[in-house]
């Protein structure tokens, strides 16, 4: 049995699909039903229920967006950096595995190898290193809190997309916002991306921290080339000058952009398909939000 923390959000909703496709039994958890837990009493549950894997997909991310979070400091803190500790002595207790959403937000910029920040590189974008966004921050501190427990999984999830709008798909927000950033990123396609970490809870891939990105990098002008040439978007699409007047004008927060490596995902098995193919898949099945009504 699997215990799935965050189903009700984003990135915890594929879980739940991807879980049941599978035939894999779970049981969710929220909020409403932890609070007042204690790492006995919560333990003491996931004995009781024969868990023998827990999934965290629950944490905070601010909404719309990661500026949410430069005011939401406590929540902020509790869903990011808290929460991780806290499952982590529970799933101690019990004596099982477990995953934990994290981000690839943790870095930003040039990586000091040419091919991408790899699991080994500190985040250099945390409060360590003092130039981060809130959120980034209390991300890489919840990193540091797992960082000695050999029963966990660190699955790195950066910017994602799926076939399926929603105001927190990143194709959607190009499509919507009125101008957009020009950077290179890794992305993950959220289906790819649930799909290589349910590969680690049925398989005997190694805990550690991974990289669950699509391989490759995209720039933002090339997602919307790929959307114009698809037909999925039309119409002009407006771009920032530099990060300079993103800052002044569309943001609270630095964002991090960069690239990742997924070396150790692939030589592990967790391999993703190309990022831009990944993106063109989506594209070609979008279904657009009047269309899930
Ligand atoms: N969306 C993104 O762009 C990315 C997200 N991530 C990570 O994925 C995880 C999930 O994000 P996402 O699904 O987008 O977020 P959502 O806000 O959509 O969902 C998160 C869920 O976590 C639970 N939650 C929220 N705050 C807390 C808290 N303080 N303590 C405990 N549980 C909380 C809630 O579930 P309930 O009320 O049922 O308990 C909520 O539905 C986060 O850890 C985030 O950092 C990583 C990279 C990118
Ligand atoms: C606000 C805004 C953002 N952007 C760009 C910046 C960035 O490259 C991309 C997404 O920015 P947003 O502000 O929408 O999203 P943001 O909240 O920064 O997204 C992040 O969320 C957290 C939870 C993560 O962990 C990250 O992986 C990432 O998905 O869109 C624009 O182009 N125009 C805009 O007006």
Redesign the pocket.
């Known amino acids: 049995m699997i215990a799935l923390?965050?189903?009700?959000?984003?990135?915890?909703k594929y879980f739940a699909k991807h879980l049941a496709d599978q035939n894999i039994d779970f049981l969710t958890?929220?909020?409403?039903d932890?609070a007042g837990y204690s790492v006995d009493s919560l333990a003491a549950k996931l004995r009781k229920e024969r868990v023998d894997f827990l999934i965290?997909?629950?944490?905070?991310?601010g909404?719309p967006n990661v500026d949410a979070c430069e005011i939401q400091k406590s929540?902020c803190i509790?869903?990011?950096a808290v929460?991780p500790g806290f499952l982590s002595r529970v799933a101690a207790d019990v004596g099982i595995r477990w995953g934990h959403?994290?981000?690839?937000?943790i870095y930003n910029g040039e990586s000091p190898s040419k091919d991408g920040f790899k699991e080994t590189d500190a985040p250099n974008f945390s409060f360590r290193t003092n130039n981060c966004s809130f959120?980034s921050g209390t991300?890489a501190l919840g990193e540091e809190v797992l960082a000695d427990d050999r029963n966990c999984f660190v699955w790195r999830?950066?910017?994602?997309f799926s076939n399926v709008d929603s105001p927190?798909n990143y194709l959607s927000k190009l499509m919507r916002y009125d101008r957009l950033l020009e950077a290179r990123n890794s992305l993950s396609n959220l289906d790819d991306y649930v799909r290589a970490c349910l590969k680690c809870v049925t398989g005997s891939v190694p805990t550690g921290v991974y990289n669950l990105t699509n391989p490759g990098s995209v720039t933002t002008r090339q997602v919307v080339e790929k959307m114009l040439e698809l037909g999925v978007a039309k119409g002009d699409f407006s771009f920032f000058d530099d990060e300079a007047a993103f800052m002044i004008s569309a943001a609270k927060t630095p964002r991090s952009n960069c690239v990742l490596n997924s070396q150790k995902a692939v030589d592990a098995g967790l391999e993703m398909p190309d990022v831009l193919d990944s993106i063109e898949r989506s594209l070609q099945n979008w279904q657009s939000e009047c269309e899930k009504k």
């Open positions: 923390l965050g189903s009700t959000g984003y990135v915890g958890l929220s909020r409403s932890t965290c997909a629950a944490g905070f991310t909404k929540e509790d869903g990011n929460l959403v994290s981000s690839g937000c959120y991300k999830l950066r910017i994602p927190r």
